[in-house]
């Protein structure tokens, strides 16, 4: 079965520090997709980044990155020089492939971060 | 601003209500799809809409009832609903495949969501 697991329910950091979230995914499919997304207080629903199974370097837009590590099966991201207003809940998703095109993206549990001034 | 768009951002309603949700899509994709929300749980794919094809139906209870009128509009229709049915509910869409081969494959892009409390 296609897993998501995101192990930290809630982390702070100071601001202009670096932060790492943690994602690892679970999938037989050699083909997948992989994706985070930033959901503030609000509601909405971000997209940060993307990282393809077969891309050989690390996704990076500004200041995310992603670490992909194919053979550990984790893609977390890195956030450089956190400002108050990355305070928000992280979520790792993975786009299915299993089944046809549909689309489909499995979500993990979600991580909050909180960014201290 | 994501280009979704989706109305009420709150919503209360009775058990007994029958109520619609609404989203719009500025972005000329084909798909799109609905979300559930619930606290302390991943968000869970409800339905999946391809050129106003339903593609996906992840056993939703039939008291939700979705409508897909074109590629820009999709409706959730409500009606005898439960308390636990209170959460936030996502639409987003995506073009899928990529109108352009190479293209990284599928962003969904989010509305804001509708906070829905049934009592």
């Known amino acids: 079965a296609q897993k998501i697991t995101q192990t930290q329910p809630g982390m702070f950091v100071q601001e202009k520090e670096a932060v790492t979230l943690d994602c690892t995914y679970d999938t037989s499919d050699q083909s997948y997709g992989l994706f985070w997304y930033k959901q503030p207080s609000s509601g909405e629903m971000i997209f940060l980044i993307y990282q393809g199974s077969y891309d050989e370097q690390n996704a990076t837009e500004g200041r995310y990155s992603l670490n992909f590590q194919k053979a550990r099966k984790s893609a977390n991201l890195v956030i450089s020089a956190s400002q108050l207003g990355d305070s928000a809940m992280y979520f790792c998703?993975?786009?299915?492939?299993?089944?046809?095109?549909?689309?489909?993206?499995?979500f993990g549990q979600g991580t909050t971060l909180q960014v201290k001034p | 601003e994501t280009g979704v768009t989706q109305t009420p951002r709150h919503l209360v309603m009775g058990m007994t209500n029958k109520k619609s949700l609404k989203c719009e899509q500025h972005?000329?994709?084909?798909?799109m799809y609905w979300y559930k929300q619930s606290a302390k749980k991943p968000l869970e794919l409800m339905f999946v809409y391809n050129f106003k094809e339903q593609t996906e139906n992840n056993s939703v209870p039939s008291r939700f009832s979705p409508e897909c009128p074109n590629s820009s509009h999709l409706f959730l229709h409500l009606h005898t609903l439960q308390p636990e049915d209170s959460a936030l509910y996502l639409c987003?869409?995506?073009?899928?495949?990529?109108?352009?081969?190479?293209?990284?494959?599928?962003?969904?892009?989010f509305g804001a969501g509708t906070r829905l409390s049934v009592l």
């Open positions: 998703a993975m786009r299915a492939t299993r089944g046809g095109n549909t689309g489909k993206l499995i």
């Open positions: 972005l000329g994709h084909n798909a």
């Open positions: 987003a869409s995506s073009q899928d495949p990529p109108a352009t081969p190479g293209l990284r494959p599928n962003i969904q892009y």
